[in-house]
């Protein structure tokens, strides 16, 4: 379990994180929505160790036992998609590209580089190559933007059966009700619905 205990965090006088806590289950998918600009990325980059809190603390999962998944892909031109699997996996672990790919829906398209790829499947590539990493948490930022919603429900109900959690953030209310809990992150007090 992943437990953040009143995490604090602002940028100048604006506060982005004041006194959040939030648990993580052990498995499944948990699902943060909200405005813009109401701290679900920040919250991520605290998790991920990329931003540092002024307060509180985060158990369970140290930063180097994260997985980020950025809001723009990351992808390198010149890599295939196999390549940009196997490039973070261990050699002993790349029997597995398959099932990664089949997981995002990208089977068959192992030789194509980014450029043949759409929007939507290039960021399913940048979520496979998160799933891929060896993590105790999984912290996924819009990982269905441009992927076509039934497409992203599939993936979704797959992602649950996870061996670690995954915490992502959506805006899509279809997806947020496919999710196993809902964080609403709309300023205090702090809303968490179970499904």
Known sequence: MILCKDLTLSFGDR??????SLTV???????????SGCGKTTLLRVLAGLEKPQGGSVEGAAPRETALLFQDDRLLPWRTVEQHLTD?????????????LALVELDGEERARPSALSGGMGRRLALARCLA?????RLLDEPFAGV?????LRI???????????????HEPAVLAAAGAVVELD?????IRPR
């Open 15 to 20: 506060a982005v994180l004041d006194r959040f």
């Open 148 to 152: 076509d919603l039934s497409r992203a």
């Open 187 to 191: 300023g205090p007090p702090l809303q």
């Open 88 to 100: 973070v996996l261990p050699r002993e672990r790349w029997k597995e590209v398959p099932g990664l």
């Open 133 to 137: 990493l060896d993590a105790k948490l």
């Open 156 to 170: 979704l109900e797959r992602m649950k059966s996870l061996p670690a959690p995954v915490l992502l953030v959506s």
């Open 25 to 35: 289950p052990d498995r499944g998918v948990t699902a943060l929505t909200g405005p």
